[in-house]
């Protein structure tokens, strides 16, 4: 059975969502089973299902997008140990959203990818490829993790 990769994001103007697909487009090559959802959108099952989770924001006023630390505060709940996190998001000078993402999915005891992934504005073709590669990272993981 296929993998499971849920990627969840907030984004303002769309930039983070940009990346986003672009991720999926990535991780579905490499033969994952791939939910592309906003974080208001995803179910309990989404997450807990999930061999990866990959969560998106961008960074407002030198923070993350409040919604999606709330969310992922919400997530110390859910038995997030041994799957594999990343963060990811767009900023404009300090993105500092994607850093304390990471951070937070460290403490659940994920196995994350460092360093998360920040894109300046609207990613151009070689951000959207940089994407498409952390995608196929992700599939690279899951199977790295397995293994041992
Ligand atoms: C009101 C406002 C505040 C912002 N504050 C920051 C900031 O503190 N640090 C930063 O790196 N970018 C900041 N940005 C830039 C955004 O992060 C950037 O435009 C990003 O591409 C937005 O991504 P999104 O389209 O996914 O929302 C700010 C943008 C606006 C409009």
């Known amino acids: 059975m296929a993998k499971k990769l849920t990627i969840l994001y907030g984004t303002g103007f769309g930039n983070t969502g940009l ?8 991780a579905t090559n490499a033969g994952l ?8 959108e995803v179910s309990p099952g989404d997450v807990e299902k999930a061999d990866a989770i990959a969560i998106g924001l961008a960074t407002y006023k030198g ?3 409040p ?3 709330e969310y992922v505060k919400s997530l110390a709940k859910v038995p997030l140990k041994g799957k594999v996190g990343t963060a990811f998001g767009s900023y404009g000078w300090s993105g500092e959203g994607p850093l304390v993402v990471s951070d ?3 403490s659940y005891g994920m196995n994350v990818i460092e360093p998360p992934l920040r894109i300046k ?28």
């Open 67 to 69: 919604r999606v630390i």
């Open 63 to 65: 923070a993350g997008m």
């Open 33 to 40: 089973e791939v939910i592309l959802k906003k974080f208001d």
């Open 104 to 106: 937070m999915l460290s």
């Open 19 to 26: 990346m986003a697909k672009a991720i999926a487009e990535g």
């Open 121 to 148: 504005r609207i990613p151009d073709e070689e951000g959207l490829d940089t994407c498409r590669n952390l995608g196929k990272a992700i599939a690279e993981h899951i199977k790295l993790h397995e293994e041992i």
